[in-house]
């Protein structure tokens, strides 16, 4: 059986530190889906399909990454992609605390199991939040983003 991963999030944009653990993730499964989920009441800088243009872009030369976007429930289309998990990136207590709760969740509603895969420390302070905030301000980005 084909262990595939599926990598979720809005990455808006998608950082270094996503990009990390897509990379350190790669060694542990024979696939990874970078997904990009649609949220209408989530409001985005930049449109979902672009972010899959230019993710996959990154991945142009890594036939075991493939970049898709969805809407819905996460676990729904990770079924679709035939995904074995959910993988996940955790800065923080904080991360860890919501992650946890999420992976409870979705385990009921799909008996997906998540992999936590814990940040760099050099990655701890990135969030793609912080990081539209710099460039929404004209700071250079481009040490936050691959």
């Given at each position: 059986?084909?262990?595939?991963a ?20 790669l ?25 899959a ?6 991945y ?28 996940r ?22 008996g ?16 793609s ?18």
């Amino acid at each position: 059986m084909e262990r595939t991963a599926f990598f979720a999030g809005s990455f808006d944009p998608f950082t270094v530190g996503h990009a990390s653990v897509v990379e350190r993730s790669l060694p542990l499964f024979d696939r990874i889906v970078i997904a990009i989920g649609i949220n209408p009441v989530k409001t985005t800088a930049v449109e979902a399909e672009r972010r899959a243009k230019e993710i996959a872009a990154l991945y142009a030369d890594e036939a075991r990454v493939s970049v898709m976007t969805y809407d819905g429930l996460t676990v729904d289309a990770a079924r679709r992609a035939g995904a074995s998990c959910l993988l996940r990136g955790v800065r923080s207590v904080k991360d860890f605390e919501y992650e946890r709760d999420m992976a409870d969740v979705n385990r009921q509603l799909s008996g997906l199991e998540t992999v936590l895969i814990y940040s760099l420390p050099q990655h701890t302070a990135i969030s793609s939040s912080v990081v539209r905030e710099l460039a929404s301000f004209g700071k250079d980005i481009s040490d936050f983003v691959p």
